[in-house]
């Protein structure tokens, strides 16, 4: 072994040293349409502790549960969610995909920013909702 790893190796030894898993944290992704009253769908999906909606909405596309959504780059705010299952909301008719959040207590939320920045916590529920402007 090279002095420098006999030199670490203590370190990586100590539990302390060691670094933290990250934690994965459920919420479920509802998928409505407040325009026409389509029956929503719901998604089992997790966040790791302190990641972003969009992590995890990109992870519950890559595991095929039969969800799917694409994002537009928005120079000054990040992503914008553009289609949620072929559904696309259109500037012309005046519909988008709304972000809303139904908390542990009950409270329905609507986010103040977008799926980049949102942090969600644990055993959230939120609202992809196709809504008109
Ligand atoms: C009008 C407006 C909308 C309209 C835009 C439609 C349209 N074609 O006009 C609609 C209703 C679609 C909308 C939606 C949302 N909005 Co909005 N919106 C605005 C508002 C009042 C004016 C934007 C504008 O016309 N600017 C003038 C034009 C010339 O500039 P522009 O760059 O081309 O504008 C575009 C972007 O602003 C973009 N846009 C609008 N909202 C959002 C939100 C996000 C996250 C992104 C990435 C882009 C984006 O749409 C505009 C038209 O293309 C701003 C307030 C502000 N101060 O800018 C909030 C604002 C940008 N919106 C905001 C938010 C939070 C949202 C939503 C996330 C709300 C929600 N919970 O659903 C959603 C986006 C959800 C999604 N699908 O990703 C926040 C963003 C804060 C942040 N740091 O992320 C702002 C700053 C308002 C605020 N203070 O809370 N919005």
Not at 41 to 55: F, M, R
Not at 102 to 126: F, M, S, W
């Amino acid at each position: 072994m090279t002095p420098v790893v006999l030199l670490l190796l203590p370190l990586l030894l100590l539990p302390g040293a060691r670094l933290e898993e990250s934690e994965s944290l459920p919420i479920e992704i509802h998928v409505m349409n407040s325009v026409t009253n389509a029956p929503a769908q719901t998604y089992s999906a997790s966040v790791v502790k302190g990641g972003i909606l969009l992590g995890a909405m990109k992870r519950l596309m890559a595991s095929n549960a039969g969800f799917k959504f694409t994002f537009e780059e928005n120079l000054n705010f990040g992503p914008f969610l553009v289609s949620v299952n072929g559904l696309a909301g259109d500037p012309e008719d005046h519909t988008y995909w709304e972000l809303l959040v139904k908390t542990p207590t009950g409270d329905t939320l609507r986010l103040d920013v977008g799926i980049g920045c949102y942090v969600p916590k644990a055993h959230e529920q939120i609202i992809l909702n196709f809504n008109k402007w």
